[in-house]
């Protein structure tokens, strides 16, 4: 949604107009939100693959609702927040979330297509500069609202923006409320493997999509990729296998 870069623009002239800071000291209290990038991507991340251990890619859409809407959350009281040292707590619990957010959902990304994944990846990264300067037009580029109800606007954005999560949905891995497709064809090869055409699979060009398809079975989550991983023992009867039987 682009709200971290559009923060980054605002952040310090809210200090400076709304606590009488001085300049130096607003910019150095803003400066607090892009440092935080440096743990809180990372963080996001790694909160998305626990969740993926567990739960699979259910756990990773939950990871990414639950941190962006704490981030909402956060954004609405920095808005609200009456006192400096209040504000700064919001800050900072908003700064981490909004880029938790972004980590975890970079954790989603390279599932949605394995063909497409440059140009998903940069509709994502586009999608945030567009975000940012819809919310910059939108809450900041008027004398209409203040910053402090610019930022509750955004924050309040923030929180419906990431409702339609819950709408996201693989067939092989399920979605937020609804378990995977029981269906014999939601598979992740056949996933991935539609996104090529007979001709090209005929030429061999889909193999490495496979290959991801097998690795991506983790996504399943914990027992469930256990159970379909564990690999199959030969047939102890089966006579190709040179065995016989052990019993009469």
Known sequence: MGVELTTDNV???YFYDRFNLTLHAAGSIAAA???ANIVARPLGGYLSDQGAKMF???GRLWTVWIVQTCGGLFCIWLGRAGSLPLSIVAMVAFSFCAQAACGAIFGIIPFVS???LGIISGMTGAGGNLGSGLTQLLFFSSSKYSKEMGITLMG????????????VYFPQWGGMFFPASKKESATEEAYYGAEWSS???QKGLHINSMKFAENSRSERGGRLYLVASAPTPPDATSPANGNTPLHP
Do not use: D, N, Q
């Open 11 to 13: 952040i310090a002239e």
């Open 33 to 35: 939100f892009g440092f």
């Open 56 to 58: 699979g890619m259910r």
């Open 114 to 116: 394995r063909r497409s």
């Open 156 to 167: 309040v954005m923030i929180v419906v923006c990431t409702m339609p999560v819950c709408l």
């Open 199 to 201: 001709e090209e699979k």
